[in-house]
C-alpha cells in the first residue's frame, strides 16, 4: 500500500473525534479535522495543520475539503437526534456528502466508525442509517475499513449515575457481557488502521464483564452498597411499543438503541488498556 500521510478528520469534536485527532497528531501525521465549531475544538489544544469550518449536512460547504487528503477517517453521528435533524440526515446523508467530496478530490482511503452488531439490528433507526452509509461506501470504489465499536466508556457513565443515585436499573437478569472502549484506545485501532488491508475490525476495550460486574464497580466508585433492580424482558418490550408511539422521534431513537443494546451481549475483540473501575474512580475525583 502506498504510504498515506494526508488525514482529515470528520466529527473531530465529538467523544471518539478528538481522540483521533490527538492520536494522528502524536504520531506524526498531516491532519486536518473538519468541524462545525472550531473554538469548541481549540479548546481542546490539540496540535493540527489546518481547521475547515463546514455543516456536514450542508453539502456545498464541503467543497474541497478533500483536496489533498489521502484517508478520510469520519465518526460524524449523532446520539441524539436535535436542530430538527433525524439520523438519515447526519449518520447517513452527511457521510454520503463527505464520500462525494473525498472521491471527486481523489482521497485513498475512508474509515467510517459504525457501531458492533450494526447489519444486524439494521430495524432501530440509528443503525438503519449507519448501515444505509456502510453499504453505499462498500460500493464506492474507494479502498475503505470500517470501524466496529460496541460502546464507549462515555455510554457506560449511566451507571455510575444511576449509582450515585442509590439504585441500578438492569435488563433481564443482568448478565449480558459487554467489553466496551475508552475512546483513547479505539483512537489507536482506527489510526492503526490508515496502514491496514482490514476491511472491518469490531473493537472492545480490554475487560469483558456482566452488566452485574459494571454495576458493582459503579458502587464500589460511589461507596455504596450495592441495589439493582431487574426489569424483565417482556415489560423491556411492552416499554418500547408503548414509546415509540408516545414519544418524539428524537427522543425514542437513544432510548431504542439503548433499551436493545442492554438486552444482548456487545462483546468485541479486545483492545487497549483503560478499565472501567479507573473511568469510575476519575469521574468521582471530578
Known amino acids: 500500500m502506498t504510504q498515506l500521510t494526508n488525514i ?6 465529538g467523544y471518539l473525534g478528538k481522540y483521533i485527532t490527538k492520536e494522528l497528531s502524536e504520531r506524526g501525521y498531516y491532519t486536518k ?3 462545525r465549531n472550531p473554538e469548541k475544538f481549540n479548546r481542546y489544544e490539540i496540535k493540527v495543520d489546518g481547521v475547515i469550518q463546514a455543516e456536514v449536512t450542508e453539502k456545498l460547504s464541503l467543497q474541497d475539503c478533500c483536496k489533498n487528503i489521502d484517508v478520510v477517517i469520519s465518526s460524524i453521528g449523532i446520539t441524539k437526534q436535535k436542530d430538527g435533524l433525524t439520523y438519515m440526515d447526519v449518520d447517513y446523508q452527511a457521510n454520503i456528502n463527505l464520500l462525494d467530496e473525498a472521491k471527486r478530490n481523489g482521497v485513498k482511503k ?36 470500517i470501524i466496529r465499536p460496541n460502546g464507549f466508556f462515555s455510554d457506560i457513565t ?10 441500578i436499573y438492569l435488563f433481564g437478569d443482568g448478565n449480558q457481557q459487554v467489553n466496551p472502549i475508552h475512546g483513547e484506545d479505539l ?20 475487560e469483558t464483564l456482566t452488566q452485574i ?8 466508585a460511589v461507596g455504596k452498597k450495592p441495589q439493582t433492580t431487574h426489569i424483565p424482558n417482556w415489560l423491556r418490550r411492552t416499554i418500547l411499543v408503548i414509546a415509540k408511539h408516545i414519544m418524539s422521534l428524537k427522543n425514542f431513537g437513544p432510548m431504542e438503541f439503548f433499551m436493545n443494546v442492554m438486552a444482548i451481549d456487545m462483546v468485541a475483540p479486545e483492545y487497549g488498556q483503560h478499565t ?3 473511568h469510575f474512580n476519575e469521574l468521582r475525583q471530578r
Not at 8 to 13: D, K, N, S
Not at 158 to 167: H, L, S
Not at 213 to 220: H, K, T
Open 187 to 206: 483512537a489507536k485501532v482506527c489510526v492503526n488502521a490508515i496502514e491496514s488491508d482490514e476491511k472491518e475490525i469490531e473493537a472492545g476495550g480490554p
Open 8 to 13: 482529515l478528520v470528520a466529527g473531530a469534536t
Open 158 to 167: 449511566e451507571f455510575y449515575n444511576m449509582a450515585k443515585k442509590g439504585t
Open 33 to 35: 479535522v473538519l468541524v
Open 110 to 145: 475512508f474509515i467510517y466508525v459504525s457501531v458492533l452488531n450494526g447489519e444486524k439490528l439494521r430495524s432501530l433507526k440509528i443503525c438503519e442509517a449507519k448501515e444505509k452509509f456502510v453499504d453505499e461506501l462498500k460500493n464506492s470504489g474507494l479502498d475503505y475499513c
Open 213 to 220: 460486574q459494571i454495576a458493582n464497580l459503579a458502587f464500589d
Open 276 to 278: 472501567l473501575k479507573n
